[in-house]
């Protein structure tokens, strides 16, 4: 039996996710492997290895095994774990009216998240904001691996 997975890692890699990555785990192993767009291009048009360099070529294995694999399966993405609902909780959960208030407006309309970061830094609660939105992540984490048979530590 695989040794479980340490949540805080899968958590990681939800705050990492970047536009053009996606980061899947082995649910035999635990073991997570993030894949970059390109690299995934790259396989569907089977280039002839002599043409990539070196650190494709070392790369393109792996990655041909994580997305080939069944034993392979993508964390949840950007698109799933809706960040902004995230800052709407956590702006309803702030007591002061007139701070809440003013989050809230933040995320109305276009720049919503920008509005948003802005605000919290202004008001010097960036960090109440980095715990709720990792508690947030840790939720949609333990849900994820749950629903996926993967047992977790914390």
């Given at each position: 039996m695989q040794e479980p997975v340490l949540l805080r890692e899968v958590v990681e890699q939800l705050e990492a996710l970047m536009q053009g990555w996606t980061a899947y785990i082995d649910r035999r192993t635990g073991e997570i492997y993030s894949v970059s767009e390109e690299a995934a291009r790259l396989l569907e048009d089977e280039?002839?290895?002599?043409?990539l360099p070196e650190w494709q070529r070392e790369m393109m294995p792996k990655t041909r095994e994580v997305l080939e694999s069944e034993d392979w399966l993508e964390l949840p993405s950007r698109f799933d774990i809706h960040e902004w609902a995230i800052m709407e909780a956590f702006s309803r959960s702030i007591e002061e009216p007139d701070v809440r208030d003013e989050l809230l407006n933040a995320i109305r309309g276009?720049?919503?998240?920008?509005?948003?970061?802005?605000?919290?830094?202004?008001?010097?609660i960036h960090k109440n904001w980095d715990q709720y939105k990792t508690k947030a992540l840790e939720r949609i984490a333990a849900d994820w691996l749950d629903e996926?048979?993967?047992a977790f530590r914390r």
């Open positions: 280039p002839d290895d002599d043409d276009s720049g919503a998240f920008r509005h948003f970061k802005a605000v919290i830094h202004r008001l010097g996926n048979g993967i």
